[in-house]
């Protein structure tokens, strides 16, 4: 295996580890002057959506102009109309949206079923998008989103923002520079415990609608059903497969990105889920997924199997585990990329490990610095940068992760998925969970 570089010359091959693939001028067709200010609306502003308005409005060139929550209370707009109290507040985003005359980028905080809803009319009025991850709730949304921000020339941002993290960036390049050789395969997973419900049934009955809350509002393009305290609003959500996307698409979008951006690879070309029968609303506690993808520049075939893997206290089977020492302790969620010469252990989120074929352990491996992921996306708006998880890399890496999610509901039927005709060609009722359904009079105009 190659010695690791000392770290001037690390640093000096790559200004920015893992960049974005370089987008056309289309892309930053509506980009202000860099030394004009960014003005701003953010959809959902408690919770990640409170970090989110935070870190954008961190920047010194942005405006806070408009603030959209269903939720009236002090932990969610209160808050955000506290800071910023010039903007002009909502708590029907499509109302935001008919009055955003003067609002370039719009941040989407909300819940996953309504990313693409939310975003999408926003891209298509020229706003740029900063979004949550996952990028969406379907694996059609995500296809859609990507067409829409070329279509529109937007700036657009997925918040995977442990992407920009040393740790994340590091990761990268180490394998663009070749440490471990070419990679055979991955395992990615996570072991932690979630919050929100798993394999229950929806609760009966309704509870009172608190006063602070448009119940009506947060459903969205969500089939209605009775409000329930604590049941959906504001987490618990996450749980139930109307809302969410169950752990792997809560975390798919971060623990897999270096993997994606590190191999450059995209769509799979076919999966097989291990996983309990569902119930019929919400989502699982745990589940492997085993994909396939086309290999790449950086990988040892002409295939890569990458493994997922999400259970209280799970991790990869050590005997798989080559050129890491049995008694290594493996973090509790994160990725291994075996390679020819070595394998690079990448905690979620911690500095990576590098294992020689010999079993030692690099030290001292030169570190890329942090970029700051919201003021990214804030400065790319004016020109001024450009984003590393525009839609056209995150709307692949959703497609994937999302897949996933579909092969769940079959467990241990091998899916064969087509990218370009979007089409999962061996399993007719697979392919129907590619979209959903939406409430009437809130289905999204397609691109």
Known sequence: MRPPKDRRSF???TAIAGTAITLSATQYSRVYGANERLQIASVGTGGKGWSDL???????HVDVVGLCDIDS????????AEKFSSARQYDDWRKLLDESGDVQGVLVSTPDFMHAPVSLPAMQLGKHVFCQKPLTHTVLEARQMRKAAKKHGVVTQMCNQIQSHSAYRTAVQLIHEGMIGKVRE??????GQPSWPRNIPRPSGNDPIPSHVRWDLWQ???VERPYKIGMYHPFNWRGWQAYGTGQLGDFGCHIMDPVFKALQIASPTKLTAE???LMPETWTD?????????GTKYTAGSTLPVTWYDAVGVSPPRERLAHIPVDAKLPGAGSVLIGETGSLVIPHVAMPKLYRADQTLVEDLPVVPSVNHYTQWADACRGAAETTSHFDYAGPLTEAVLLGTIGIRFPGQELHWDAESMQIKNHAEAQRWTTKPYRKGWEPAWI
Not at 186 to 191: F, P, R
């Open 73 to 80: 209370s002090a932990k969610h707009l209160g808050q955000a």
């Open 54 to 60: 935070l870190g954008v409005a961190a920047s010194p």
């Open 275 to 277: 996983a309990p029968e």
């Open 220 to 222: 969205g393009v969500a």
């Open 11 to 13: 640093l000096k091959s």
């Open 186 to 191: 991955v395992h990615s997973w996570q072991g």
């Open 286 to 294: 745990r589940a492997t997924v085993r994909y396939e993808f086309p």
